[in-house]
């Protein structure tokens, strides 16, 4: 029995192994027939669309003359907004004008005060590595003009973005001065009743309208000058350690360095070129109905010999892509090259000097496909309207018979309400306020509730009368009051 029942287990076993081998295999069979007639298909369908986009960019190579009013719409579009974003990237004064590499600085005022050099002494303990701008402002002779003497160490750990030497060498020694251009026209290397040695001329790179003097930050230099009227102390310290200390010391004058200010302005910008480029799609679709028409024969040749409406579609598609991506390189070039052609004039605006190459490439990346979708959405309807012409007519050239289009009189009539109001409230003001009365304003209303009337009866021109034939009496009525 034993014997018996271990062989029939034992073939139960096979044929369960055998059978579930069987329908293993057969699953794996049809999961990778299944899945290489998905990837076969997907090769031909992407193999295709690779010729069209090939047949779309010859198209467009040869007849690229015939789509310049796109063209030269989308580059002009781009090219204003590189130099537009660029101009408001720049436009914020730089955090390192005042802040140099240092994150925080705190302020003393005052030479009277008998605590600055201790809590500067503090100060620079609690903090650490510190970086110290002390400032006097002495009287020039012969004038009632004042000069900024700054003692200052160009090789400090945070202020050196604050510095810039233009000629000559930074002062090494009590005496010597480096002076900026318009301190060199007025103070003659004499302020204070002291003599000074100009050793070379200086500005702040981030704020071109300070004017000062340069001093070695000396004992010596403090001897000879005596307390400063005002003292910086800049540091990088962790937030949490400056708040700790300005909890301690509340009665000095403290600021934090601002973060992306620049972004603001730049997102302006970038926002009416969005809306500008809106508007320019709208007229560029103009110009790609007219291309469509224009390949009319040329789309029907190939929707007969086997072109989906899907691939008559992504010719024109591609069309408009490849307009764009021409319009967009041209403006991007354009828009570098006057933004360097103009920097030197906006640098005087702006107040600080600007790097040719510091420019928000991120933005203009974005500005630049931006421009492609434009494009490419500006010729989605005409494609549209191309891929559903039939064959017929596409290859007789003849344009498709137009629709009869729906005109709503209570849609007109919300519009013409809303106008007729703001034209009341402009002239609310004004010395003929009531020259608009609402009698004289039937004519806008006529036109509509007479096709709202006669909507199915009447052709579009009866009311056009209507509306014609009341403005002469509108007209020639006195104004109402």
Same mark, same amino acid.
């Given at each position: 029995?034993?014997?018996?029942?271990?062989? *029939?287990?034992?073939?139960?076993?096979?044929?369960?192994?055998?059978?579930?081998?069987?329908?293993?295999?057969?699953?794996?069979?049809?999961? @990778?027939?299944?899945?290489?007639?998905?990837?076969?298909?997907?090769?031909?369908?992407?193999?295709?669309?690779?010729?069209?986009?090939?047949?779309?960019?010859? #198209?467009?190579?040869?007849?690229?003359?015939?789509? %310049?009013?796109?063209?030269?719409? #989308?580059?002009?579009?781009?090219?204003?907004?590189?130099?537009?974003?660029?101009?408001?990237?720049?436009?914020?004064?730089?955090?390192?004008?005042?802040?140099?590499?240092?994150?925080?600085?705190?302020?003393?005022?005052?030479?009277?005060?008998?605590?600055?050099?201790?809590? %500067?002494?503090?100060?620079?303990?609690?903090?650490?590595?510190?970086?110290?701008?002390?400032?006097w402002y002495l009287p020039v002779p012969a004038?009632?003009?004042?000069?900024?003497?700054?003692?200052?160490?160009?090789?400090?750990?945070?202020?050196?973005?604050?510095?810039?030497?233009?000629?000559?060498?930074?002062?090494?020694?009590?005496?010597?001065?480096?002076?900026?251009?318009?301190?060199?026209? +007025? $103070?003659?290397?004499?302020?204070?009743?002291?003599?000074?040695?100009?050793?070379?001329?200086?500005?702040?790179?981030?704020? !071109?309208?300070?004017?000062?003097?340069?001093?070695?930050?000396?004992?010596?230099?403090?001897?000879?000058?005596?307390?400063?009227?005002?003292?910086?102390?800049?540091?990088?310290?962790?937030?949490?350690?400056?708040?700790?200390?300005?909890?301690?010391?509340?009665? !000095? &004058?403290?600021?934090?360095?601002?973060?992306?200010?620049?972004?603001?302005?730049?997102?302006?910008?970038?926002?009416?070129?969005?809306? @500008? $480029?809106?508007?320019?799609?709208?007229?560029?679709?103009?110009?790609?109905?007219?291309?469509?028409?224009?390949?009319?024969?040329?789309?029907? #040749?190939?929707?007969?010999?086997?072109?989906?409406?899907?691939?008559?579609?992504?010719?024109?598609?591609? +069309?408009?892509?490849?307009?764009?991506?021409?319009?967009?390189?041209?403006?991007?070039?354009?828009?570098?090259?006057?933004?360097?052609?103009?920097?030197?004039?906006?640098?005087?605006?702006?107040?600080?000097? %600007?790097?040719?190459?510091?420019?928000?490439w991120w933005q203009i990346a974005a500005a !630049?496909?931006?421009?492609?979708?434009?494009?490419?959405?500006?010729?989605?309807?005409?494609?549209?309207?191309?891929?559903?012409?039939?064959?017929?007519?596409?290859?007789?050239?003849?344009?498709?018979?137009?629709?009869?289009?729906?005109?709503?009189?209570?849609?007109?009539?919300?519009?013409?309400?809303?106008?007729?109001?703001?034209?009341? &409230?402009?002239?609310?003001?004004?010395?003929?306020?009531?020259?608009?009365?609402?009698?004289? =304003?039937?004519?806008?209303?006529?036109?509509?509730?007479?096709?709202?009337?006669?909507?199915? *009866? !009447?052709?579009?021109?009866? @009311? =056009?009368?209507?509306a014609t034939a009341s403005i002469p009496a509108?007209?020639?009525?006195?104004?109402?009051?």
């Amino acid at each position: 029995m034993s014997g018996n029942g271990g062989a *029939r287990r034992a073939t139960v076993r096979k044929r369960m192994s055998g059978n579930g081998g069987a329908r293993r295999a057969t699953v794996r069979k049809r999961i @990778s027939g299944n899945g290489g007639a998905r990837r076969a298909a997907l090769r031909e369908r992407t193999s295709g669309d690779r010729a069209v986009v090939r047949w779309a960019w010859r #198209l467009f190579r040869r007849d690229w003359r015939q789509q %310049i009013m796109a063209l030269a719409l #989308l580059t002009v579009a781009v090219t204003t907004a590189v130099v537009g974003v660029s101009a408001g990237y720049h436009a914020t004064p730089p955090a390192g004008a005042r802040f140099g590499d240092a994150g925080q600085r705190i302020e003393w005022y005052g030479d009277g005060n008998p605590q600055q050099d201790t809590q %500067i002494a503090q100060a620079r303990e609690w903090f650490g590595t510190a970086d110290m701008v002390r400032r006097w402002y002495l009287p020039v002779p012969a004038s009632a003009k004042t000069v900024e003497v700054r003692a200052q160490d160009p090789g400090g750990p945070y202020g050196g973005p604050m510095l810039r030497l233009l000629t000559g060498r930074f002062p090494a020694a009590p005496g010597e001065v480096a002076v900026t251009d318009e301190v060199v026209a +007025n $103070l003659r290397a004499s302020a204070g009743g002291r003599n000074w040695t100009v050793v070379g001329t200086v500005e702040n790179p981030g704020a !071109l309208q300070e004017e000062f003097a340069l001093v070695t930050p000396t004992e010596a230099t403090t001897a000879r000058l005596g307390r400063p009227q005002a003292v910086t102390l800049l540091t990088a310290a962790d937030p949490k350690r400056f708040a700790e200390y300005r909890a301690r010391h509340p009665q !000095l &004058v403290y600021a934090s360095r601002p973060s992306y200010a620049w972004v603001e302005a730049a997102a302006g910008v970038f926002s009416a070129f969005a809306v @500008s $480029l809106l508007l320019v799609a709208l007229i560029a679709s103009a110009g790609f109905a007219v291309v469509a028409h224009r390949r009319l024969r040329q789309l029907g #040749l190939f929707a007969a010999i086997g072109a989906t409406p899907r691939h008559l579609r992504l010719v024109l598609l591609a +069309n408009g892509a490849a307009v764009g991506a021409a319009a967009s390189v041209l403006g991007v070039a354009t828009g570098v090259l006057v933004w360097f052609a103009v920097t030197p004039r906006f640098e005087t605006a702006a107040g600080h000097r %600007i790097a040719r190459l510091d420019l928000p490439w991120w933005q203009i990346a974005a500005a !630049l496909l931006l421009a492609v979708l434009a494009a490419t959405v500006a010729a989605w309807r005409p494609a549209r309207a191309a891929a559903r012409v039939p064959i017929t007519l596409a290859l007789s050239a003849r344009p498709p018979r137009p629709r009869r289009v729906h005109r709503s009189a209570a849609a007109a009539a919300l519009l013409v309400a809303p106008g007729v109001a703001a034209l009341r &409230v402009a002239q609310r003001n004004t010395a003929n306020a009531d020259a608009l009365g609402l009698g004289d =304003c039937r004519w806008a209303w006529a036109g509509p509730r007479a096709r709202g009337r006669n909507r199915r *009866r !009447l052709s579009p021109r009866p @009311s =056009c009368c209507v509306a014609t034939a009341s403005i002469p009496a509108a007209s020639a009525r006195p104004p109402t009051s």
